[in-house]
């Protein structure tokens, strides 16, 4: 502290790593600093000689190369409101449509993911009904998702957890966990799903369930809003961003912004922390 009027008095902050998540909670602590008007003196150590953490990017002849993230998701709003207070949003581009969906093996063949299903929701039935990836069987059994009713949680309150296998094979069956759903998450989380909490990775599942009782149901209303707002605001994002220049441009604007006002100490590992007698940390 150099000030004794604690709303003026510099509060001293150590962000530890500068990947991604350190680089956004430095500069999310000036932009707080700006505007509670409570001078900060943020020091940010990085164990390594460059920030950026997983994120990197290779310039290779005529190819970017993405060494780590190459994208970023755009329906929660935390990372393009970050790119907007970055200046950072005429750099954004989108998935190329030419190319966008995915694929599952199955049987040897790649099929493509039916038309409209995120992940775990479909939200057109015709595609659904086509996919050779699921049995007859398989396909009934998705759509009775519409009838079910909601989960009554064993304690009362809706924020109990449960894996993904499970939340999956309860509103949809078995054979839409191993057929879709396993294959489409396992590229994401490369985890076992039955070790997954969904709460601590895809919540908004949960709230569809809590909120719309069905997920398909739920599907369909966010499919019909989302159109109605595009009418109404003109430009939106695919499902995916990423920028021009590849992903490093987020971490290195990141790093600038918070060198101009904190300082980053490349090669310094933090191997412990102790507080200080005052509270503070050392
Ligand atoms: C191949 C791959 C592809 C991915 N694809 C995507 C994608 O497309 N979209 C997406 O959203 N996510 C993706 N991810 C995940 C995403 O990249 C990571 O979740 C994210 O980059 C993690 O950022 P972070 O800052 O939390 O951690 P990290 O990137 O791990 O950063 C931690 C930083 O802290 C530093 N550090 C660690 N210990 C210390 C210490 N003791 N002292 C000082 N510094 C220290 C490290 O050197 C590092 O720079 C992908 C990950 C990988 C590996």
Redesign the pocket.
Known sequence: MTDSNPSTAVKRIAV?????????AAHHILELSDEQQQPVEVTL????P??????GTIDQGDYLI????????TNKPA?INLCKRLGLVDQLISTDTRYRGALVLSRGLTVPVPLGFELMTPSRMLPMLRTPLLSLWGKIRMGLEYFLPRRHSSNGLDQDDESLAHFVTRRFGKEALTRLVQPLVAG?YTSDPEKLSLRATLPRFLDMERDHRSLIKAARHQKKAARSQSDATGARYGL?A?FKGG?QTL?RTLAERVSERGTILYE????HVVPSAGGDMR
Do not use: K, Y
């Open positions: 530890i790593g500068g990947g991604v998540s350190g680089l956004s150590f990085e164990s390594q460059e920030s950026g953490g997983w994120i993405d060494t780590g993230a190459d994208m970023f998701i990372g994401i995916f990423a992903m971490t310094h590992c933090v191997t």
